[in-house]
């Protein structure tokens, strides 16, 4: 079963009927108009940000084997990434992910000069 809608309040007084609901509405005071701008683009708005870049932190962790100085400094610029992209420094974030794969490919050219000797020792002595 369903109900009427509620009847509005009214009184009367000295033959005038007055609505409560009206009088409520008309002493309400709209919100002043608010300014349009023009939307801003995607540079101009904080909020946006482009995707991270690649940290190559799995490459670092993996490549320390290989040469475990330039392993580990890829490994601190691979955590910068992550760091400077949440503070908002985008491109900071975008110099550490390049030094990051720098150190990465430094570790692969130091392992393969690296490799040759290890073997080259364990086979003299």
């Not at 005038?16 to 701008?37: F, L, R, S």
């Not at 799995?58 to 949440?86: A, E, P």
């Not at 974030?93 to 692969?108: G, I, Q």
Request: charged share 15%; aromatic share 8%; hydrophobic share 45%.
């Amino acid at each position: 079963m369903t109900l009427p809608p509620p009847i509005p309040e009214t009184y009367q007084t000295d033959n005038v009927v007055i609505n409560a609901e009206a009088e409520k509405a008309a002493t309400e005071v709209a919100p002043p108009p608010v300014p349009q701008c023009p939307p801003p683009t995607h540079r101009e708005t904080p909020d946006y940000m482009p995707p991270m870049p690649k940290t190559y932190m799995v490459w670092n962790l993996v490549l320390c084997l290989l040469c475990i100085v330039t392993g580990i400094i890829g490994l601190v610029f691979s955590s910068k990434v992550t760091q400077r992209y949440n503070a908002g420094d985008y491109d900071g974030a975008v110099n550490a992910s390049k030094d990051a794969r720098l150190m990465m490919l430094a570790s692969v050219v130091m392992g393969l000069v690296n490799v040759p000797f290890l073997i080259l020792y364990i086979a003299l002595t």
